[in-house]
């Protein structure tokens, strides 16, 4: 079975080279992925240099549990290192934001919370896949977005060069 998966990207290390070769494992690993816009982001929760994030739409055959463990093994191969505190810079952040419209607490929960309460998430959802509706609230990304009323989370779309990736 094929599955649909959804992806948050992020880094504030070296932002540019681990995005490129985040996005360039995923591509290995996965099949049909597709990148939002890359966008520019305060550190939220903690005193940081600025994050760019993005989201990365793909399928695969893998099942939920192989897709995080794919991930949190490209995170290591970029040099990130789970003994962090939640809240700290990262050389690269994937984390698995939907599975098809699957809804679970376990092997990780499903959807993951922070699409409602992250623009660096909920921006780059609307602008990838604005019509997926979001299998909790079952509202679209699009309209998930235009009615997102956190303020103090200022992000803006920049111009990232893909070459070579």
């Not at 985040?22 to 929760?45: D, M, N, R």
């Not at 984390?95 to 909920?122: C, G, K, Q, S």
């Not at 997926?132 to 111009?159: C, G, K, M, S």
Request: with cysteine.
């Amino acid at each position: 079975m094929i599955n649909r998966i959804l992806i948050s990207v992020g880094s504030n290390i070296e932002r540019t080279e681990h995005i490129r070769a985040g996005v360039a494992a995923l591509k290995q690993h996965f099949s049909h992925v597709i990148c939002s816009s890359v966008y520019e982001s305060e550190a939220v929760g903690f005193d940081g240099a600025t994050f760019y994030n993005l989201v990365v739409c793909a399928c695969t055959g893998l099942d939920v549990a192989q897709v995080n463990d794919r991930l949190k093994q490209i995170e290591k191969e970029n040099g990130r290192t789970h003994t962090e505190k939640k809240f700290c810079s990262r050389t690269l952040d994937l984390d698995l934001l939907t599975f098809n419209d699957v809804v679970t607490a376990h092997p990780i929960p499903l959807p993951r919370e922070e699409i409602l309460y992250n623009a660096f998430v909920l921006r780059p959802l609307a602008e990838l896949v604005p019509e997926d509706i979001h299998p909790q609230v079952q509202t679209t990304y699009r309209v998930l977005w235009q009615t997102f009323e956190d303020n103090n989370q200022p992000l803006w779309p920049i111009a990232f060069d893909w070459s070579d990736v």
